[in-house]
T-cell receptor, first 114, second 111 residues
Framework: DAEITQSPRHKITETGRQVTLACHQTWNHNNMFWYRQDLGHGLRLIHYSYGVQDTNKGEVSDGYSVSRSNTEDLPLTLESAASSQTSVYFC?????????????FGPGTRLTVL | DQQVKQNSPSLSVQEGRISILNCDYTNSMFDYFLWYKKYPAEGPTFLISISSIKDKNEDGRFTVFLNKSAKHLSLHIVPSQPGDSAVYFCAASAMTGKLIFGQGTTLQVKP
């Protein structure tokens, strides 16, 4: 069955370190998204991609970067981790660009920055 | 500037009764609305959606109502079951494929 996976599921790192969170989907979806979930804010969009070599900034992109070299993967990099980036991160994918296309979410990565 | 708001952080109902979760939005360009359900330690999963050309969409025990003039939508769960206990997120889209989520409402259904 097609799925979307994230790794690691839990990560503890120190302030200033570079961290990369992996996202892999086997749906063959063109669109991929990264969100962070924080209490009181719900899910906020960090970066998104509509296809290979395409990346776009979302609502809270400062301090994060992504690259899309193939259809299946969209890794999220924190260039220099900050305590404010402690959060739960979700990756999602969807087939088309339309607003009606369902987004399928991964299980999440809980990141703690000390 | 929260474009999608869920003003009730939590809701508790008795098994078998109706659960009503509310969501308000400010952007009149939104034309598609969704509800996602999230269990602890899992990602959100799609539950039900509604297009702005409709005012009601029903799927089994779940019904979503849309009031465009009030910029308000609600999710009704009838009858509520203990397995419905989860966090519910309202989301809206304006044909770009990007979703704007509300803060979430934690529903507890008591046996």
């Amino acid at each position: 069955d097609a799925e979307i996976t994230q790794s690691p599921r839990h990560k503890i790192t120190e302030t200033g370190r570079q961290v990369t969170l992996a996202c892999h989907q086997t749906w063959n979806h063109n669109n991929m998204f990264w969100y962070r979930q924080d209490l009181g804010h719900g899910l906020r969009l960090i970066h998104y991609s509509y296809g290979v070599q395409d990346t776009n900034k979302g609502e809270v992109s400062d301090g994060y970067s992504v690259s899309r070299s193939n259809t299946e993967d969209l890794p999220l990099t924190l260039e220099s981790a900050a305590s404010s980036q402690t959060s739960v991160y979700f990756c999602a994918s969807s087939r088309g660009q339309g607003g009606t296309d369902t987004q399928y979410f991964g299980p999440g990565t809980r990141l703690t920055v000390l | 500037d929260q474009q999608v708001k869920q003003n009730s952080p939590s809701l508790s109902v008795q098994e078998g009764r109706i659960s009503i979760l509310n969501c308000d939005y400010t952007n009149s360009m939104f034309d598609y609305f969704l509800w996602y359900k999230k269990y602890p330690a899992e990602g959100p999963t799609f539950l039900i959606s509604i297009s702005s050309i409709k005012d009601k969409n029903e799927d089994g025990r779940f019904t979503v109502f849309l009031n465009k003039s009030a910029k308000h939508l609600s999710l009704h769960i009838v009858p509520s079951q203990p397995g419905d206990s989860a966090v519910y997120f309202c989301a809206a889209s304006a044909m770009t494929g990007k979703l704007i989520f509300g803060q979430g409402t934690t529903l507890q259904v008591k046996p």
